[in-house]
């Protein structure tokens, strides 16, 4: 079973930047996708960011595109996540995911992390 944590949220200044950390217990194999979601205060949990089992393919949602960047390292066992130009709508807990169907929705990832929390004060 692959077990995930996350590391490097905080507290940062509208406009500010943050790097997100996940290492996996086990190598995060070529066959496993890996993904970034966000669940804000009385809202469910969606979809940020997602990464192909070997890095070439990348997909993320509307609203971080262009601000947001997912990248792996598989001989390290991590996946990260660089977050620029931040805003108070990007205010949340950040959950990296494991599983081996590519995709958006919560239920194509079988492993989670605990969460980090990202404060965007404005």
């Known amino acids: 079973q692959v077990q995930l944590g996350e590391s490097g949220g905080g507290l940062v200044q509208t406009g500010g930047s943050l790097r997100l950390s996940c290492a996996a217990s086990?190598?995060?194999?070529?066959?496993?996708?890996m993904g970034w979601f966000r669940q804000a205060p009385g809202k469910g949990r969606e979809f940020v960011a997602t990464i192909s089992g070997d890095g070439d393919t990348t997909y993320y949602a509307d609203s971080v595109k262009g601000r947001f960047t997912i990248a792996r390292d598989n001989r390290k066992n991590t996946v990260s996540m660089q977050m620029n130009r931040l805003t108070p709508e990007d205010t949340a807990v950040y959950y990296c995911?494991?599983?081996?169907?590519?995709?958006?929705?919560?239920?194509?990832?079988?492993?989670w992390g605990q969460g980090t929390q990202v404060t965007v004060s404005s």
């Open positions: 995911a494991a599983g081996v169907i590519p995709g958006r929705r919560v239920g194509n990832y079988a492993y």
């Open positions: 086990e190598g995060p194999t070529l066959d496993y996708s």
